[in-house]
């Protein structure tokens, strides 16, 4: 057999390998979302001590696990780099802004840097990751892992459709995501926290509250709010920083040469 053939052979198990793990990781974010919204389990954001929030940090942490390996073998050096600094960026700007009277997250910048320059699999990868850290420290963020998974993928998703291409399609993109980040993390907000998972959200579910709706729809319309919003303005502040990176780095992705994700920018 020649080396091209084995060479194709090769590279063909390796996206069957990539696909099969994407499945599985996906399934099990899937299902361990709807488990905790069905199920809505006591001691959940207890700590690790409590056996129901240690098997949802296993289920989220395998899923992220998976959708790593699917990825790994097309990640350059440079994506295992940013991951960290994105995680770090993630925790610190979340800790910050849900400690003020702002009505919105900035918890996923990195997350979507990397789903811009990585794709979807590393961003969704990378989203469950900052969760799963952070929740060593906050385990009140730990039911939101799936959601932050979401925002990675809608990122690589809106990147890899054109979105960078133009300064103004990032947060057209973001406002888009965010509705759906919206509608899929305002259960869990509901049940885990009464909506108040945060200061300046907390204040906008209250006044909803005040009006007469229920707990779950107050926390849907100040979801459908704030997270447009949050991740317009993310992916906007995510593109730019993106854009300011040195072209021989941002080119160094695979990703963002297939799919031309900054179009022109990309080649300079």
Do not use: C
Not at 44 to 64: I, R, S, W
């Amino acid at each position: 057999m020649s080396p091209h053939l084995i060479l194709v052979e090769t590279s063909d198990r390796h996206r069957q390998r990539g696909r099969l793990l994407t499945t599985i990781g996906t399934v099990l974010l899937i299902g361990t979302y709807l488990m905790l919204v069905t199920t809505q389990p006591d001691g959940l954001v207890d700590g690790l001590g409590q056996g129901v929030a240690l098997a949802t940090f296993a289920a989220y942490l395998a899923a992220a696990i998976l959708l790593l390996a699917a990825v790994l073998p097309d990640l350059p050096v440079s994506t295992l780099t940013l991951i960290p600094v994105a995680l770090a960026l993630n925790i610190l700007l979340g800790q910050l802004v849900g400690s003020v009277m702002i009505p919105l997250y900035l918890d996923s910048i990195g997350t979507v840097m990397v789903g811009f320059l990585a794709g979807r699999r590393a961003g969704a990868a990378t989203g469950v990751l900052g969760t799963l850290i952070w929740s060593l420290f906050s385990p009140t963020v730990l039911p939101f892992a799936a959601g932050a998974a979401l925002v990675g993928f809608l990122a690589g998703t809106a990147a890899r459709f054109g979105a960078l291409r133009r300064v103004y399609l990032a947060p057209v993109a973001g406002l888009f995501s965010g509705v759906v980040v919206g509608v899929i993390s305002a259960p869990v907000a509901a049940f885990v926290f009464g909506g108040t998972s945060g200061v300046g959200t907390g204040a906008v579910v209250a006044a909803f509250r005040s009006m007469g709706d229920s707990l779950l729809s107050a926390v849907t319309k100040q979801a459908l709010l704030s997270d447009p919003g949050d991740k317009a303005l993310v992916f906007l502040l995510a593109a730019l920083l993106v854009y300011a990176l040195p072209g021989r780095l941002s080119g160094g992705f695979d990703f963002v040469r297939r799919y031309r994700v900054l179009g022109q920018r990309g080649t300079r």
